[in-house]
């Protein structure tokens, strides 16, 4: 049976079968995250090279008038489309918005207090690795 040293406080621990299975749970959590590292990494630049190439892809279209058209694919159609995007609802703009239709600052800034601290947390326990230089 093999024992380890407690850090905290010293005391010889006797490792049990469900120790031993932390320990592997460990090594494997560990594997998969340097896994997830590099494959987040190979994404990115698969994503930078697929945005570049939709930002010049775009412009073409654009530039000579080719909006309605349809590019057939060997596995589907490419099509350009108008998406909206909105930036994040910040407290900044609630802010601003609501100073535009309430003219009592002190309701405002009631508001968003009331809004910070009432806002839902949620919390649990998570891990992360730490590299060693």
């Known amino acids: 049976m093999n024992n380890y040293n407690n850090k905290n ?6 490792k049990d079968s469900a120790f ?3 320990e592997t749970n460990i090594q494997k959590w560990s ?4 896994q997830l590292k590099s494959v987040n990494e190979k994404i990115k630049v698969i994503r ?15 530039e000579n008038n080719l909006r309605d058209t349809r590019i057939e694919t060997s596995d589907g159609v490419i099509k350009l489309f108008e998406k909206k995007e909105y930036p994040p609802l910040t407290y900044t703009y609630l802010e601003d918005t609501l100073n535009k239709i309430i003219t009592n600052k ?6 968003i207090k ?3 601290e009432n806002r839902e947390i949620k919390k649990s ?7 060693l230089k």
Do not use: P
């Not at 594997?31 to 340097?34: A, F, G, M, P, T």
């Not at 326990?125 to 590299?131: A, G, S």
């Open 31 to 34: 594997l998969i995250e340097s």
């Open 106 to 111: 002190q309701q405002v800034e009631y508001i």
């Open 48 to 62: 930078d090279n697929k945005n570049e190439l939709t930002e010049k892809i775009c412009q073409y279209i654009d």
């Open 20 to 22: 031993k299975d932390f």
């Open 114 to 116: 009331y809004l910070k």
């Open 125 to 131: 326990l998570d891990l992360k690795k730490i590299q």
């Open 9 to 14: 406080t010293g005391s010889l621990v006797v």
